[in-house]
């Protein structure tokens, strides 16, 4: 039986098909709906608990975390039918994320959000520095000196060997972030975002995913969409329907975080010259204990091993050393985990985020690979959806973002295992003013020096992440290293194309299109017609870009470079393809 009713559809009253049906039987997918979109789950077809209506849309995202409004944001840009469900009612104000890194960073600038983060985050005067010390009221032990935002865009200006990001680091909190992807995804016509709507289950057929999910008044629909995306966290319960494991370290350690509004302390900073304004002070003791600035400058959070809840506030005052009116917000527990998905999906249903990977926050590899799924996926579903995706290119997600969370998974444990190198060197005598707490304190220091800088270099693990082994790329044997802590700009096959500047002050990665890019660089005058007009053929997107530039040229240090939407390389040469057939076929996932 089929039914016309009015639902709520992003702030007006929209008309949409809704099918009611009997439950058990899935109707063909179809791409009937007026408002081209799903519509959202307030109605009620009848006043039983439980309501057969089946919403359409082409993806349905499980999940409004920091992944999962990314991935709206980029399907929604590129013109996808999607719906955003999440079991919460309205976005959190609380504390975990706060660094964008600087391919997180690249990725927005893309998306057309970079500047509206920078806005909504931390001031970009604000030095990123880290301290070790005893307090922040005596002098630091170790002071590990990070640029502020305009500093590192000063960096970035001045530098043209492509070894540097497009975009600096942002420090933003993820409570401030969430709620700026939730209204840009809100403003796209094709999304629809639907808080306080619980995933329950869901199976799938050769043509789509039917999820039974449930809003906050306890009625039960289900949605069809022709792929689904789990981006429900650690504790995902997608990744268990579909049986998937996560394999590695879990609960690692346990640690409480409390969420504090500090007005003054930001101004008072008591360490180092004074105020010494930075981002992470750790604080040298049996506990763990690690203060962190939050993005408005007035927020902080504590992180400790204590054993209960209650002594986060006095942990918090002896963390800061000097009197401060404050206000405690939150208290919470969290585990440390190092894990890995068996699989980054099963048939229509993939996995992206923390419900796929989990990391120690130390490198801050935690939402900044997620964004990177989400990337990925996105115009690899876009493709497959408007039909010049061949069935290589969904399965490709799996190869190229599994191995970049092993990766990530294994920086993380890198960088966990110097931050306990050094805090093992904690001694009870550390404040003690004698020979023996002033070796103590000289000793932290020294291995700090060397350990602590794992947390906070790792420009090699955000920049250099490179695809190996991808069905949709045309691997050149060989390649080079995979390193954490440092970047070495390549155009090798699966890297992200290094970002230089043209000589009229423009950057080469906002001149890539948002489909293919073909690149022709310097004096070439190869005819390239055949390979573009092979990639008409397969109704891919391409752009061709000419750049004469000799900077660019000879850093890429070809002639001809072909780029994928996320910017990636996917073929490189000096003459145009011996089959441009073939590579068009391959690249778009179809041999
Ligand atoms: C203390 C701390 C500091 C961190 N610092 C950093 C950092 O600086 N940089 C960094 O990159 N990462 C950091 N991380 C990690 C980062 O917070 C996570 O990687 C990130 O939140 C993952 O995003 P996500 O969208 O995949 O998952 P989540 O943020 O966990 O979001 C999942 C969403 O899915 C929803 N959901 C779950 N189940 C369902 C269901 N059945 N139906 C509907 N919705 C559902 C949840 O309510 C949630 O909103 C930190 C983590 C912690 C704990």
Not at 97 to 112: K, L, P, Q, W
Request: some cysteine; hydrophobic content about 35%; glycine content about 10%.
């Amino acid at each position: 039986m089929a039914s016309r009713r009015q639902v709520m559809s992003r702030g007006s009253m929209a008309v949409v098909d809704v099918k009611c049906r009997e439950r058990g039987t899935v109707p063909a997918w179809r791409t009937g709906c007026q408002d081209g979109f799903a519509g959202r789950l307030t109605g009620s077809a009848n006043n039983s608990d439980t309501i057969h209506c089946v919403l359409q849309t082409e993806v349905l995202i499980i999940g409004a975390g920091p992944v999962g409004l990314t991935l709206a944001v980029e399907l929604g840009r590129k013109g996808i039918r999607t719906l955003l469900i999440e079991k919460k009612p309205a976005p959190e104000f609380l504390p975990k994320m706060e660094r964008c890194n600087a391919r997180t960073m690249e990725i927005f600038r893309r998306m057309g959000l970079a500047t509206k983060v920078r806005a909504a985050g931390l001031r970009a005067d604000v030095p990123m520095d880290v301290y070790v010390a005893l307090a922040m009221n005596e002098p630091p032990l170790l002071h590990l000196k990070y640029p502020s935002v305009a500093e590192a865009q000063a960096d970035i200006a001045a530098c043209n060997n492509g070894s540097m990001p497009l975009e600096p680091y942002q420090l933003i909190s993820q409570y401030t972030l969430e709620p700026l992807l939730k209204s840009e995804a809100e403003q796209l016509p094709s999304v629809t975002v639907q808080y306080g709507c619980e995933f329950l289950s869901l199976s799938q057929d050769d043509d789509g995913v039917t999820a039974s999910v449930q809003s906050e008044q306890g009625r039960v629909s289900e949605v069809r969409a022709q792929y689904a995306v789990g981006c429900d966290g650690g504790g995902s319960s997608v990744r268990k329907q579909l049986g998937i494991q996560l394999r590695g370290e879990g609960d690692i350690l346990r640690l409480y975080q409390a969420l504090y509004y500090c007005r003054e302390l930001f101004d008072r900073i008591p360490i180092g010259d004074g105020p010494g304004h930075g981002r992470h002070y750790h604080i040298a003791d049996g506990q763990a204990t690690f203060l962190i600035m939050q993005d408005s400058t007035r927020h902080w959070t504590l992180h400790a091993t204590v054993e209960r809840p209650e002594e986060m506030a006095a942990q918090f005052e002896r963390a800061v050393g000097v009197p401060v009116s404050y206000e405690m917000l939150y208290v919470g527990q969290w585990k440390q985990n190092l894990l890995l998905a068996d699989r980054y999906g099963s048939g229509r249903v993939f996995l992206a985020g923390d419900s796929a990977h989990l990391v120690i926050p130390t490198g801050g590899l935690g939402m900044n690979t997620g964004v990177g799924d989400s990337t990925d996926l996105s115009w690899k579903l876009a493709g497959t959806l408007r039909g010049w995706g061949g069935p290589q290119l969904l399965a490709s997600y799996e190869i190229e973002r599994r191995q970049v969370g092993d990766r990530n998974v294994g920086a993380s444990r890198y960088a966990s295992l110097g931050r306990r190198k050094w805090r093992s060197q904690y001694r009870p005598n550390i404040r003690e003013r004698s020979i023996e707490g002033q070796q103590t304190r000289d000793n932290l220091a020294r291995i700090a020096d060397v350990e602590q800088r794992k947390t906070n270099e790792m420009i090699g693990a955000e920049l250099g992440y490179r695809y190996v082994g991808s069905p949709v790329i045309v691997d050149e044997p060989g390649g080079p290293e995979h390193l954490f802590r440092e970047y070495v700009p390549t155009t090798w096959p699966g890297a992200r194309l290094p970002h230089v500047w043209l000589d009229d002050g423009t950057p080469v990665q906002d001149r890539v299109g948002e489909g293919y890019t073909l690149m022709r660089l310097g004096s070439t005058s190869a005819d390239t017609a055949m390979l573009e007009s092979a990639m008409r053929a397969r109704n891919a997107p391409l752009d061709v870009l000419t750049i004469t530039d000799t900077v660019a040229r000879d850093l890429y240090g070809y002639d001809l470079i072909l780029l994928r939407p996320d910017m990636h390389v996917v073929w490189r040469g000096h003459r145009p393809p011996g089959d441009p057939g073939h590579l068009a076929a391959l690249i778009t996932g179809h041999s």
